[in-house]
C-alpha cells in the first residue's frame, strides 16, 4: 500500500493505477476513452494550494484551484496563498519558516482533508510536484469508471462506496 493511501484516504479506500488516455482524434479511440479526456479537461487549473492541499479533490464550483485567478472567496483570503506569494515560494515547505504556527493550526483543525497537508508537504519536499500530483489524482480518481472524486464524497457516481471523511459535528452549511 501507497503512504499517501494511508495518509490521505479512509482505510477503506482504494489506490488506483494510472490509465492511458487518447486524444480525440486518436485512430481507435472510442468512447470510454474520450470521456476520461473530456474529465482531465474539466480538472480544476491549478491543482493545488502552498499549503499542500489537492485543490483537484475540492468540490467547490465557482473555484479552479488556489493557483488560479478564478478563486472563491475563501481561497481570494487565504493567508498561505497571500505570504507563499509574497515570500515567493511554491509550497510552504519550502519556507523558512515552515511549518509557522498558522499553518500547524491549519493542518491540525477539526477538517480531515487539512490533516493531509503535512504529509502531502513532506512528500513534495522528497519526491517534486510532479509525481505528488501524479500519486493524488490517482488516489482521488474512482477506480471503477474514473470519475474525479472530491474529499467528503461518500458515494461515487457510479454507486462505488467511497468511504469519504465525515463532515465535523459541528458544520453547518451556508
Known amino acids: 500500500m501507497n503512504i499517501l493511501t494511508r495518509i490521505t484516504r479512509p482505510p477503506n479506500a482504494s489506490y488506483i493505477s494510472t490509465r492511458n488516455k487518447a486524444s480525440f482524434d486518436s485512430p481507435g479511440s ?3 476513452d474520450v470521456d476520461r479526456l ?3 479537461l474539466a480538472m480544476k487549473q491549478s491543482q493545488y494550494g502552498p499549503c499542500g492541499l489537492y485543490c483537484g479533490a475540492c468540490g ?3 473555484c479552479d484551484g488556489c493557483g488560479s485567478n478564478r478563486t472563491d472567496d475563501y481561497v481570494k483570503g487565504c493567508r498561505f496563498r497571500k505570504c507563499a506569494r509574497e515570500k515567493q515560494v511554491v509550497f510552504c515547505c519550502f519556507c523558512s519558516d515552515y511549518p509557522c504556527p498558522p499553518l500547524y493550526e491549519f493542518m491540525t483543525d477539526r477538517w480531515p482533508h487539512h490533516w493531509t497537508m503535512k504529509p502531502n508537504l513532506e512528500f513534495i519536499k ?3 510536484l510532479e509525481k505528488w500530483l501524479e500519486a493524488q489524482k490517482e488516489e482521488w480518481t ?3 469508471c474514473g470519475a474525479e472524486i472530491k474529499w ?3 458515494v461515487c457516481a457510479c454507486g462505488r462506496d467511497l468511504g469519504g471523511w465525515d ?4 458544520f453547518r452549511p451556508e
Do not use: F
Open 30 to 32: 472510442n468512447e470510454e
Open 38 to 40: 473530456e474529465k482531465d
Open 60 to 62: 467547490a464550483p465557482d
Open 126 to 128: 522528497q519526491n517534486g
Open 142 to 144: 474512482c477506480r471503477n
Open 152 to 154: 467528503y464524497q461518500k
Open 167 to 170: 463532515l465535523p459535528p459541528d
